[in-house]
């Protein structure tokens, strides 16, 4: 079975601009977790949806915005980019979501803002 | 709010031997989960091995096991004969059992580089 894919690998932005990363879950997974891992420190939580809402939310701002499609699928994105935004966003998947269920992760994202 | 501290950015050890990462968090909560992930520079998260803090016993996966003491909120792992594959960065995470609109999000340490030594 695949495990949890997400597109693209690496990208580079300018400040300002918009980015839409993407994630696709473990078959049979409803619910995906986002975390921004930036070099040299642990991941941070900003979103978990399950069954196409929202269950959870970070401390970030109103800039980092998700959705989940009916195919479980999922989308990240950030507005007005920031330097500050570079990172690797890492998507992971779980059966239901709850805290007994077992996160999977993806390779993530390795986003650059220039 | 919870909290996962890790105090050893970097820890070597030599090829067959043992080596322990030190992790403590802060919690009030009395029922939860802890992790230990392993992220080579591959870069996915790797999960090592977890345990349900109303288990008293020890959790145990192979040359991985931790040492849990609930009272003074301390995880650690101890990896035994250490193969140079173990070498990667190692985060001991906190996932809360209480509140379900928290979305099971994990609190991570800032993680622990790990080197192996042939």
């Known amino acids: 079975d695949a495990g949890v894919t997400q597109s693209p690998t690496h990208l580079i932005k300018t400040r300002g601009q918009h980015v839409t990363l993407r994630c696709s879950p473990i078959s049979g997974h409803k619910s995906v977790s986002w975390y921004q891992q930036v070099l040299g420190q642990g991941p941070q939580f900003i979103f978990q949806y399950y069954e196409k809402e929202e269950r959870g939310r970070g401390n970030f701002p109103d800039r980092f915005s998700a959705r989940q499609f009916p195919n479980y699928s999922s989308e990240l994105n950030v507005n007005a980019l920031l330097l500050g935004d570079s990172a690797l966003y890492l998507c992971?998947?779980?059966?239901?979501?709850?805290?007994?269920?077992?996160?999977?992760f993806g390779n993530g994202t390795r986003l650059t803002v220039t | 709010a919870q909290t996962v501290t890790q105090s050893q950015p970097e820890m070597s050890v030599q090829e067959a031997e043992t080596v322990t990462l030190s992790c403590t968090y802060d919690?009030?909560?009395?029922?939860?989960?802890l992790f230990w992930y392993k992220q080579p520079p591959s870069r996915q998260m790797i999960l090592v091995i977890r345990q349900e803090a109303y288990k008293q016993q020890n959790a145990t996966e192979n040359r991985f096991s931790v040492n849990f003491q609930k009272a003074a909120k301390s995880f650690s792992l101890k990896i035994s004969d250490s193969q140079l594959g173990d070498a990667a960065m190692y985060f001991c995470a906190y996932r809360s059992s209480v509140v379900y609109n928290q979305g099971g999000k994990l609190i991570f340490g800032q993680g622990t580089e790990l080197s192996v030594k042939p």
């Open positions: 919690t009030s909560e009395s029922d939860y989960y």
């Open positions: 992971a998947s779980s059966t239901r979501g709850q805290y007994n269920s077992p996160l999977h």
